[in-house]
């Protein structure tokens, strides 16, 4: 089975950066779109970001400028590069894949719609 597996949260202060890992650790299959949603404490669920296979990228109007999405088709591995990282950031932070293309024409909002999601990892950003 899929088993995707985030790494890289940590606490840091505002202003700080962060680089989060996402690989999968199971069956490998094409993911056509992967991505990042969080979900902070009490709220629902966001999207952050949004690549496919063919390098086509979505970012949340909060992620813009800060948040650097990346991915290794070869490894099926997924990255998320944060810079100026702001106390509203803290969330649990999650990766998710797709291999069904229909997702990839949706922006970053449907990743938390994907069929395949990891166990998340801890950012938290004080001020």
């Known amino acids: 089975q899929v088993q995707l597996m985030e790494s890289g949260g940590d606490s840091v202060q505002a202003g700080g950066s962060l680089n989060l890992s996402c690989v999968n650790v199971?069956?490998?299959?094409?993911?056509?779109?992967m991505g990042w949603f969080r979900q902070a404490a009490g709220k629902e669920g966001e999207g952050v970001a949004r690549i496919n296979s063919d390098g086509d990228i979505s970012y949340a109007e909060s992620a813009k400028g800060r948040f650097t999405v990346s991915r290794d088709n070869a490894k099926g591995a997924l990255f998320l590069q944060m810079n100026s990282l702001k106390p509203e950031d803290t969330a649990m932070y999650y990766c998710?894949?797709?291999?069904?293309?229909?997702?990839?024409?949706?922006?970053?909002?449907?990743?938390?719609?994907?069929?395949?999601r990891g166990q998340g990892t801890q950012v938290t950003v004080s001020s």
């Open positions: 998710a894949s797709a291999s069904a293309s229909r997702w990839c024409k949706n922006d970053y909002r449907y990743v938390l719609r994907y069929a395949y």
């Open positions: 199971g069956l490998s299959i094409d993911y056509n779109c």
